[in-house]
């Protein structure tokens, strides 16, 4: 009776159970590498407008985490350098994740680069490296798709520099972060997903007035100087309209 | 031979949960093993093999491979077998009901962009995007023609 229970059992387990393991890109190398030779054959997944898939495509997407970007510019100043930082939990050793910036309809925008590791934080260098490492590459492809790589390697938080482009001030910054649990399995893993408009801020023309001081005008600045604006021309149509 | 009894109600159980109101009929297409070897799989591994997409036994379209999700990695010929779940799936969506061109198949029409004439597809992109925005695209054309050169698969009836 028992045995005949356990094959009943083995044939529901055979029936129902799926034989497919999954193995994934522990290399970020692999992600620009042939879909013949296992590679993601030009896919990276992260999330941009040029591509609109992210790490959730293959992981599983689990509870959100909570992830700190600092140094993304609310203004984009042409040809300027900045330095981005995207600050996870301490206790979570084993992240990856591609970054792109892109226009709204998925053209590179500015240039993204992997730092000197003597210019980070220990925050930001591998754990697993003797020589300061970030983890960090850069993939370029025939297009000019510029996507940064960034290995898991125990890292703490990550930090990049990006170059805005000279003719546009409005971009796009995506990532999608693989926080994983190393059980080795797709399941079980945390994603956090990030497409963030950024310099849009700058469409706001500051009055001429302004630009003496060499500052960037508060709203309220703006404001007042609007209603002294109006203010004057009432002013002289009410003189106009006295003679 | 409660077994036995067992299994019965089994197989009965799959063969009722696959049967469809209007059941399908007729016979799988057939189209260019080697070209599919060569241009077909990248693509379909490319565009549709992930795990959370077409690399599920769950769902009719399935894309196997190395990279990808893979189907059983005791299997000493795990690379030819995953090929041809490929390619047997792939030919399975090459369906119409007879009157229609292969071109109007889910393996075209699921991907495309519905403004291209393509159909739903719960695959799209997170900003709403199928995986290919117009029959212009590269991977697109490459699964155009060699379903334009198969047979197809025709039958009456069923539903997809």
Known sequence: MISGRLWQLGVCVGALATTSTVYAYRNPERFGAPVQEGGGGGKFFTLSRAEGYGCAACHSQGAPIAVDIRGLPAIVVPGEQYRITLDWPDDRPSVALNVEMTTNDGAPFGQLIAPDPLTLSAADLCRVSDEPSSGQSVSIDAAGRRVLLIAECGQAQTSFDWISPLGLTEGYFSTSITFSNRNGKLDGDQVVDVSEPFGRQSAVKPPSSCAITGRAPTRFGALAWCLSVLALVARAATRHLTI | MTWARSLTVML??????????????????????????????????????????????????????????????????????????TYARALSMLYTDGSRPASESPLLTKPLELSAGGATHGGADRYGRNVYRSRAEIGFQVLSRWAQSSTGAAGSGGAL
């Open chain 2, 12 to 85: 009965a159980l799959c063969g009722f949960a696959c049967r469809t109101d209007a059941a399908w009929s007729g016979e799988l297409g057939r189209a260019d093993f080697a070209v599919f070897e060569q241009e077909i799989y990248p693509v379909l591994m490319r565009d549709c093999g992930f795990a959370n997409c077409h690399g599920v036994e769950q769902r009719p379209f399935q894309v196997w491979g190395p990279g990808r999700s893979r189907l059983d990695t005791r299997a000493t010929n795990i690379v030819e077998l995953e090929r041809a779940r």
